[in-house]
């Protein structure tokens, strides 16, 4: 493993990671405001957090750099639905799955990721709604073309609601595991719950992608 030395500390280059691991846990849980750079130097096993400013600028930066990881990471997922879809004959529903693997997968390695973006949502400061908007419209604009493209038959209007659905059914389960260990009164994160969880959002994702708009047509009654 290669290091590199700083001060009195031999910074690996794997701690670059366990910061991002570190603080991608403090700030789902604390906020921007409310958690301190020293904790998370101090969560990721290094002596001082000077040590921590050698891959970050600060905290702002660190912050981006959590949220651009994970959001990154789930756009590279979004962007391969159109390959697996070619390789699996066409079919989005196939393409659907293969895509929910990935990001499920993606979501247990990171459990507090869903929580770090739902937190950011709801942050006044200036500073996070840029970041969270420069971040994460390119995944919701992608999100749409490829709705649009995979055939739906939903009307124009109703796929960005689609889409908001979308979201909130597959990340909603991670970003608040309290609430789902009351409701569901098993622990959210075992292997067989995260399975049944994986297995749900395959059939209503099915089922949604391939009824499209039914009822759309019933006028509403008074």
């Known amino acids: 493993m290669t290091a590199l030395a700083l001060g009195h500390d031999v910074v690996p280059a794997s701690t670059r990671g366990a910061i991002l691991d570190a603080a991608e846990r403090r700030f789902a849980s604390r906020g921007f405001e409310g958690t301190a750079v020293r904790d998370i130097a101090?969560?990721?096993?290094?002596?001082?957090?000077a040590s921590l400013y050698h891959y970050f600028a600060g905290k702002r930066?660190?912050?981006?750099?959590?949220?651009?990881?994970?959001?990154?990471?789930?756009?590279?997922?979004?962007?391969?639905?159109?390959?697996?879809?070619?390789?699996?004959?066409?079919?989005?529903?196939?393409?659907?799955?293969?895509?929910?693997?990935?990001?499920?997968?993606?979501?247990?390695?990171?459990?507090?990721?869903a929580r770090l973006i739902q937190n950011a949502g709801h942050?006044?400061?200036v500073f996070v709604r840029d970041a969270v908007s420069r971040l994460l419209l390119p995944l919701y604009a992608q999100g749409l073309r490829v709705l649009s493209d995979a055939g739906i038959s939903w009307d124009e209007e109703t796929v960005p609601h689609l889409a908001v659905g979308l979201y909130h059914m597959i990340f909603g389960y991670f970003a608040d595991p309290a609430l789902m260990r009351v409701v569901l009164r098993d622990d959210p994160a075992s292997a067989a719950a995260i399975d049944r969880q994986r297995r749900f959002l395959k059939t209503a994702i099915a089922r949604l992608i391939s009824t499209g708009s039914a009822g759309q047509q019933e006028e509403t009654k008074p």
Not at 43 to 49: E, I, S, V
Not at 68 to 78: D, F, M, N, Q, T
Request: net charge negative; no cysteine.
């Open 123 to 125: 942050d006044e400061s």
């Open 61 to 113: 930066a660190l912050y981006e750099a959590v949220l651009a990881r994970g959001v990154e990471s789930i756009v590279a997922l979004v962007a391969a639905i159109e390959p697996l879809r070619a390789a699996r004959g066409g079919s989005p529903l196939a393409a659907a799955g293969a895509y929910l693997d990935g990001v499920i997968d993606y979501l247990v390695e990171h459990p507090h990721l």
């Open 42 to 49: 101090l969560d990721a096993g290094l002596k001082n957090q």
